[in-house]
């Protein structure tokens, strides 16, 4: 039985793209985390997320960001959380999610060319 690796720790594990070429097999694994991101709507939402005070923030805390339902703001956090790019904790009526800082810093290094 083959272990599925996650788009985050296929990102932890190459090479930085300047140094070494992906392999079709990483590719695969890594596109779902690039095309999460390839979206603006998730791509100001992980922004937010990382950059709010105390490193996490709730929905409630996001919605005013964007001219969307909290529906579609939920949608597109668990699209993040589901690549492993946010985590999230169930507090009361309320979900928070904080940024995984890790695969935010993997994904810098494979692409900026730095040795990780």
């Known amino acids: 039985m ?4 996650t788009p985050v ?4 594990c190459c090479s930085p ?3 070494d070429p992906l392999s079709e097999a990483d590719a695969e694994r890594i596109a779902p985390l690039l095309k999460a991101l390839a979206d603006p709507v998730r791509l ?6 990382a950059s709010h005070e105390g490193g ?3 929905v409630c805390d ?13 949608h597109h956090l668990k ?6 790019l946010l985590d999230r904790e169930k507090r009361g009526v309320w979900v928070y999610y904080r ?12 692409m900026g060319g730095t040795a990780k």
């Open 56 to 58: 996490e923030a709730c």
């Open 17 to 19: 793209l300047a140094r």
């Open 2 to 5: 083959q272990l599925e690796i």
């Open 79 to 84: 699209v993040l959380h589901e690549v492993g």
């Open 62 to 74: 996001l919605s005013d960001a964007f001219d969307l339902t909290q529906p579609t703001i939920s």
């Open 99 to 110: 940024a995984r800082l890790e695969a935010l810093d993997g994904l810098a290094a494979l």
């Open 44 to 49: 100001r939402l992980i922004s937010l997320v």
């Open 9 to 12: 720790q296929a990102v932890a």
